[in-house]
């Protein structure tokens, strides 16, 4: 199986690569398993040594597959206008998971302490508390969205 390592808005992810097949590819992002679709299917005349991918599960190192990861990686969508970059304290999500629930919207003010968004992860519900005070300025996700550890949730100005 090949691994590669990617930084993605200042957070660490390693993508290994665990199957190919046409346009869907099985890949793991920190341990996380996805299957994604990629734009284009990869040629296997160009690429022999993915058909031994499908009967074996190991991928042998090429760059087509390096562009599948980038859309694996999940993306944290603006449920609102976003704030211009740096208009306010970013609250990342601790460990990677699912957005559950979203408890406050731009424009609430919250304190140290409140919870502001649920995170599922491992089967768990997890509170994500503000460590600040303030307005929230900006969510940049929404309930069903897949996180990883240091995203971006919410900023608080």
Not at 9 to 27: H, R, T
Not at 51 to 79: K, M
Not at 91 to 101: E, F, N, S
Request: charged share 15%.
């Amino acid at each position: 199986m090949k691994k590669y390592q990617y930084k993605v808005q200042g957070v660490d992810y390693e993508v290994e690569i665990l199957d190919v097949e046409g346009k869907i590819a099985s890949v793991s992002v920190n341990g996380i398993p996805f299957e994604i679709e990629m734009q284009k299917p990869i040629n296997a005349a160009k690429h022999p040594e993915l058909a031994a991918t499908r009967r074996s599960a190991s991928v042998a190192a090429t760059p087509a597959p390096a562009a599948a990861p980038v859309a694996a990686t999940p993306q944290p969508r603006p449920a609102q206008p976003a704030a211009p970059a740096g208009a306010g304290n970013p609250v990342k999500a601790p460990l990677p998971g699912t957005i559950t629930t979203i408890n406050v919207k731009v424009g609430d003010t919250i304190a140290v302490g409140d919870v502001v968004v649920i995170l599922e992860a491992m089967k768990m519900q997890n509170n994500i508390e503000s460590e600040y005070a303030g307005t929230v300025t900006a969510i940049n996700v929404n309930p069903g969205d897949s996180v990883m550890e240091g995203a971006i949730l919410l900023t608080i100005g």
